[in-house]
């Protein structure tokens, strides 16, 4: 019998898989394992804590599953001759990357080595990733997954508020609030423990969830039958696909026109008002209604239901929240200025119990746009562009700021630049599945083949390793020492429950080894209580200042019962910042900058060829490229397969039966899911997640037009032809 047999303490860490980051206890036990041998094991329990108070979702409870996922990564793998994959070495297989970085840079430059990075590291690792590209392979070319995240959130929040902490307040925050208007979020399944902090705004008939879906999200707010059914809900608001903008234009236009806004605070805490006043009056409701499709009477209840909720008129709060849905469009941070634009009109940026945030999506989305793995960015939030900023980081690491290389591109740019003359000819891979996760999946492939090496880190081989020179075997969550910072800007211990299998280590390791092998004198340090060490200094200053924190002082801190510190933390005894903005805004004169902008729409234009839209997006049992979810049983036998949502209305017109297979066909390639048909889907939008690869792959359909501000691609809406797929 399989008797449990506690090989060490009890961790208190936090999930391995979104930003919600719900804390969890693992229990490390021993296992009988399939040869009579002992074999590591962990249970996961919830764990009492601010942002999910003790619940987990379906990915937390079954986590564990990943770390003896059947085909784990446990030792290098290279390339041979026969074009198999061998196993080796490591130091075979380090000598053969560093010697072949070595000589591609010998031969065309540094910049022939491109790196991309990953929101799920630790911020220990994201650290220290910026730091190898740019002092030991010395490449401008350097960015990460959290390009395709949250991208424009951070572009706009930087933009008009001078900072981006995903929530610049606790989650617990808003459940006090009468009023939560929720913009391409569906929390309900993306990180369900959140989804209790909307019962306030539910109960006071204030939940507003703007989506061209009538998700699980959605239902909270129209369907008093779901969740706790404490009485009133809100409103949903189902807009075409790619039009939330004109909804957001439409709702300050009504909050302006009725008299609604807050006078005394955009004269007090905001400049460009005027601005943006003129660019709204050219969006009244009937406007709003023949573009976006949302009836002027609901769009005009839910600017007053908010006005109402504003602490100027009298209410408890009210909260703007962006996701996903809003932010992965070519004009993403356009449409997150708007939602901070309508934030501020209301009063209630800087305003305990009111604000706007965006909801980040990946595990350590905030960390990892913090530390130097942006193309844009070093350490501290600092931008790499900034002379004092150079400077500061580079005495941190002890090396020339003039030795810095400068901005490189954002990742859709690095991806297309991938073999072209005078592009990179190397790319390192770490904690990213390109394959499945990038926009227009199939000319990534392409250019990922081409090139002269491509290295691979991960825990599992995923699509990308499947396809790489060399992979190398890396820990994850439980069997490494570190921190994330979630989605409300809170830094938070990761910790040790078990060893990892075979012989897989750490990208600490892996990065000081390969730097000592190309000759660097740059010191990585390799283990994560240095490292945070280092980072925290080199945030000293900057917007992202961890400088008052440590291993120690959080492990003292979560010993006590704390929750962790939100940043800034500037000194030793410094309490932390729960809530930004509450005094100024970090702009040069201290208020919000207003900007004006307007609705463009889509790259994509519905044609006689492709006359539907197509939205992706998540589900529940699975999360990013499904990397791990799938290797979960439980998981994989609730969603076993990619699926393709149509109205029946459309499915009917289309003659694709519910459960047929439909052939889905855009600019960019062409894929086959099982129908579904569900009303909960606009009938000019079909709906495919996007957690899987081959047939069904969303990302072969997507396209890789991006934001110009934040270089975001599009992955929420494109023009698609939709038939049964025996026809076509
Ligand atoms: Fe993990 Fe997110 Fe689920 Fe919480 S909501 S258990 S952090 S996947």
């Known amino acids: 019998p399989a008797s449990a047999l506690p090989v060490a303490p009890a961790a208190a860490t936090h999930c391995p898989y ?107 690792k994201a650290y220290t990733l910026g730091k190898f590209a740019r002092t030991v392979l010395r490449t401008p070319f350097i960015d990460y997954n959290g390009r395709f995240c949250m991208a424009s959130a951070a572009a706009a929040a930087n933009r008009s508020l001078g900072a981006d902490r995903g929530l610049p307040f606790p989650l617990s925050d808003l459940g006090g609030a009468d009023a939560v208007l929720l913009l391409g979020s569906n929390v309900a399944e993306t990180m369900p423990p959140s989804v209790q902090h909307l019962a306030g705004a539910r109960a006071a008939g204030g939940l507003v969830v703007v989506d061209p879906r009538r998700s699980a999200t959605a239902r909270l707010a129209d369907d008093p039958s779901t969740g706790s059914g404490r009485g009133a809900q809100g409103v949903h608001l189902q807009p075409v696909p790619g039009t939330d903008l004109a909804v957001l234009l439409g709702l300050a236009h009504v909050v302006l026109a009725e008299g609604l806004a807050d006078a005394a605070y955009l004269a007090e805490r905001t400049t460009g008002f005027d601005d943006v006043a003129r660019s709204v009056a050219a969006w009244w409701p009937e406007r709003v209604e023949a573009v976006t499709g949302v009836p002027v009477p609901e769009l005009r209840r839910v600017a007053r239901l908010l006005a109402a909720a504003s602490p100027s008129r009298g209410g408890r709060g009210a909260y703007v929240l962006t996701g996903r849905g809003v932010e992965q469009s070519s004009q993403g941070t356009a449409t997150v200025t708007a939602a901070i634009n309508l934030a501020l009109i209301l009063g209630l940026v800087g305003r305990v119990g009111s604000g706007y945030g965006a909801v980040t999506g990946q595990g350590n989305g905030q960390g990892g746009r913090e530390h130097g793995q942006k193309s844009d960015q070093l350490p ?82 995923s699509e990308t390793a499947l396809i790489a020179d060399v992979v190398l075997p890396v820990t994850q969550w ?130 006689p060829d492709a006359p539907l839209w197509l939205t992706t997006g998540r589900v529940l049992q699975h999360y990013q490229s499904g990397a791990q979810t799938h290797r979960v049983p439980e998981l994989e036998r609730l969603v076993p397969a990619p699926y393709a949502e149509l109205h029946p209305l459309l499915g009917a017109r289309l003659g694709v039966p519910d459960g047929a297979r439909v052939r889905l066909t855009t600019a960019r390639g062409t894929t086959t899911a099982t129908a579904r048909w569900t009303d909960t889907v606009r009938p000019d939008t079909v709906f495919l997640p996007f957690h899987w690869s081959g047939e069904g792959s969303a990302n072969l359909l997507t396209t890789d037009a991006v934001d110009p501000v934040s270089g975001m691609p599009e992955f929420k809406v494109c023009a698609v032809a939709v038939a049964p797929a025996e026809e076509a």
Not at 422 to 450: F, T
Not at 498 to 527: M, N, Y
Not at 546 to 569: K, N, Q
């Open 18 to 124: 979104c930003a919600l980051q719900c804390a969890m206890t693992l229990t490390p036990t021993a296992l009988p394992g399939p040869s009579g041998s002992v074999a590591p094991e962990v249970s996961v329990a919830g764990r009492e804590f601010p942002t999910n108070r003790g619940g987990l979702c379906q990915k937390g409870w079954t986590s564990a599953s990943v770390l003896r996922a059947a085909d784990r990564l446990t030792v290098p793998l290279v390339r041979g001759r026969s074009g198999e994959m061998e196993p080796t070495t490591w130091d075979a297989a380090l000598d053969l990357v560093a010697s072949r970085l070595a000589r591609i840079a010998a031969e065309s430059g540094p910049q022939a080595v491109a790196v991309f990075g990953g929101g799920g590291l630790t911020n220990e």
């Open 380 to 461: 501290g939030y600092r931008k790499i562009d900034d002379p004092a900023a150079r400077e500061h980081v580079a005495a941190v690491w002890g090396v020339d700021p003039e030795s810095l290389p400068g901005p490189g591109v954002p990742a859709v740019a690095l991806l297309r630049s991938l073999g072209t003359p005078g592009g990179p000819r190397a790319l390192l891979v770490h904690g990213s599945n390109l394959l499945v996760s990038a926009p227009d999946a199939a000319a990534v492939r392409a250019r990922l083949e081409a090139l002269d090496l491509l290295v691979v880190c991960d825990v599992v081989p």
């Open 478 to 607: 439980a069997e490494e020492e570190g921190t994330m910072t979630s989605l409300e800007g809170r830094v938070i211990r990761r910790r040790k429950a078990t060893d990892a299998p075979g012989d897989a280590r750490s990208e600490l390791w892996v990065w000081a080894e390969l730097a000592r092998r190309l000759g660097s004198p740059v010191h990585l340090a390799t283990d994560p209580a240095e490292v945070f060490d280092e980072l925290a200094r080199a945030s000293a200053g900057g917007v992202a200042d961890y400088g008052g924190l440590s291993h120690a002082r959080l492990d003292d801190d979560e010993a006590g019962g704390g929750p962790g510190f939100h940043w800034p933390v500037p000194a030793a005894d410094h309490p932390g910042t729960p809530r930004l903005f509450l005094d100024r805004f970090p702009t040069p004169d201290g208020r919000a900058r207003m900007i004006p902008v307007d609705h463009i729409g889509p790259t994509d234009d519905l044609r």
